[in-house]
């Protein structure tokens, strides 16, 4: 089974802090996500990586930085939280270009007060 | 006009009942379908791929139909553990997955 894990599933940070999500796979996974899910906007994705040290900005990046240096662990950070990040945060992983399907990790809550 | 449309539901159905859902999306050049299942409070899980053919996986069926660029979930003799939260993924460009918002099942006894 593929197994994608998270550090925290409960995080709770103050307004300029810097936070660091940690996310690892198991699995050799070519691909990794980050996503937040919020109520009645879905899953929307913040940045991805096709392989180490490579990253590309998702449809809402802002705020955001990302960093793969292994491949097996992808980072998200929040260079000076807010409280509009306030969300689920989900990381997910595939395995290369052919089979697309994500497997997810069990999500950080995150409240920045 | 988002990329995956979906009917947010809820749809309230009792046990044993067979349930459809279905969702649309925009880019004609996707390859990659998927459903998707989100229990309160948990990740999304994938429930199943979606072939061109066709596919069943005992209570489940899914349908595609490039013509229309809709794809279907449907749920036979449906159980109290089938409540959930379907959400319904096309691929964008690339590796990308696009998911819609999810449609609400809840199964009653």
């Known amino acids: 089974d593929v197994k994608v894990t998270q550090s925290s599933r409960y995080l709770v940070k103050r307004t300029g802090e810097k936070v660091f999500l940690e996310c690892v796979q198991d699995?050799?996974?070519?691909?990794m996500f980050w996503y937040r899910q919020d109520p009645g906007l879905g899953l929307r994705l913040i940045y991805f990586s096709y392989d180490v040290k490579m990253k590309e900005k998702g449809d809402i990046p802002e705020g955001y930085s990302v960093s793969r240096e292994k491949k097996e662990r992808f980072s998200l950070i929040l260079e000076s939280a807010s409280t509009n990040q306030t969300s689920m945060y989900l990381c997910?992983?595939?395995?290369?270009?052919?089979?697309?399907?994500?497997?997810f990790g069990p999500g950080t809550r995150l409240t920045v007060t | 006009r988002k990329e995956v449309e979906q009917d947010p539901g809820p749809f309230n159905v009792p046990e044993g009942a067979t349930v459809a859902f279905n969702c649309t999306y925009s880019?004609?050049?996707?390859?990659?379908f998927f459903w998707y299942r989100q229990d309160c409070r948990k990740e999304p899980k994938l429930l199943m791929s979606?072939?061109?053919s066709g596919n069943e996986d005992g209570r489940f069926t899914a349908q595609l139909n490039r013509a229309s660029q809709y794809i279907s979930l449907l749920i036979r003799d449906s159980k109290l553990s089938d409540s959930a939260t379907y959400l319904c993924?096309?691929?964008?460009?690339?590796?990308?997955?696009?998911f819609g918002a999810g449609t609400i099942l809840r199964v009653k006894s």
């Open positions: 979606v072939y061109s």
């Open positions: 699995m050799d996974h070519e691909n």
């Open positions: 880019n004609s050049a996707s390859q990659s």
């Open positions: 993924v096309v691929n964008d460009r690339g590796n990308k997955l696009v």
């Open positions: 997910a992983s595939s395995l290369d270009r052919v089979r697309l399907e994500q497997y």
